[in-house]
Every structure is written in structure tokens, then in C-alpha cells.
């Protein structure tokens, strides 16, 4: 009894501490905002998630050792077999989830970049396993269902041309 009166009299402040363990810092992704002229205005690409078939941007975690805007060059042909430009200024970024296999969400800071479309390949590596679509801007805008996403691809309208 005299060892829990002890405990329990202590300093309990590093249990304070333990709070940030659990709100961690956004992860940093990098997206591609592929583009190309279509018949009534720009079009872009959206792909659809592995687990859930959600439309999103292509995206990733940063590559080791490259400029980002050279990460959302490999996103875009990994996801989907896109060959473009990418410019080396970001567009914007929005925040967002990423579901991991283990079921966990966690926050990602996506920084965006555009890439101007050039050509689209037959054989990419994860054909199969996404969806691909070039959808007018309006029409992308409504097929994401995220909602911060949405919001981003309004804001830059004008930034597409």
C-alpha cells in the first residue's frame, strides 16, 4: 500500500509528454495533376485507389535523392502509364489520408504538381490494378470524393492551360 501512495505522489508530468506519440506530423506525398487539351477544355487524370476504387491523383511518398516534381513524373507512369512534363514549381498542395494494409489512416500533407501530357503507355507497373480516366475538370471534380481534393482542383481552374 506504502508503494502506491509512492506512485501515485510522484511527478506524473512525463505522462504529458506521451500525448504527442499519438497526434503525429502530416506525412509529406507528392501528386501529378496530369493534363492534356480535350474537347471542351482541359481534361485530367484521375486513378482509382488499390483498396477502395476511390478517384484521386496519382501520388506517393517522396523518392529518395529526387526533386519532387520528378517524384509525381514516376507516380504518373507508375499509376498509369502517363509520359509528361512535370513543372518544377508545385501548384498548390491540399491535405489529405493515407489508408495503410494495416487498416490505419494517416494525415499526408499532398504537395501537387502539374504535368503536361505527352504520351500514355500500353504497359505501365501497376496496370490492373488501377482504373485510369481523363475526365473535363467538372466532371473530375465530381467523381473525387474527397473533399479537400475537390476543393484544390476548383481553386486551380485557371492554373490548367
Request: net charge positive; proline share 6%; hydrophobic share 40%.
Amino acid at each position: 500500500m506504502g508503494f502506491a501512495r509512492s506512485i501515485h505522489l510522484q511527478d506524473v508530468s512525463w505522462l504529458r509528454g506521451l500525448g504527442g506519440l499519438f497526434v503525429k506530423p502530416a506525412r509529406l506525398q507528392i501528386a501529378a495533376l496530369c493534363y492534356r487539351p480535350g474537347e471542351s477544355g482541359p481534361e485530367i487524370l484521375v486513378v482509382s485507389t488499390r483498396g477502395t476504387g476511390r478517384w484521386i491523383l496519382p501520388k506517393g511518398w517522396p523518392e529518395k535523392n529526387k526533386p519532387a516534381f520528378e517524384t509525381a513524373t514516376i507516380e504518373a507512369y507508375e499509376e498509369a502509364g502517363v509520359v509528361g512534363t512535370a513543372d518544377p514549381r508545385p501548384i498548390g498542395s491540399f491535405r489529405s489520408f493515407k489508408g495503410l494494409s494495416s487498416g490505419l489512416k494517416i494525415r499526408t500533407k499532398v504537395i501537387v504538381f502539374k504535368v503536361k501530357f505527352e504520351e500514355q503507355l500500353e504497359t505501365f507497373p501497376e496496370i490492373g490494378q488501377r482504373k485510369c480516366a481523363w475526365l473535363p475538370l467538372s466532371e473530375a471534380m465530381d467523381a473525387v470524393e474527397e473533399n479537400n481534393l475537390k476543393r484544390f482542383l476548383h481553386r486551380h481552374q485557371s492554373d490548367l492551360t
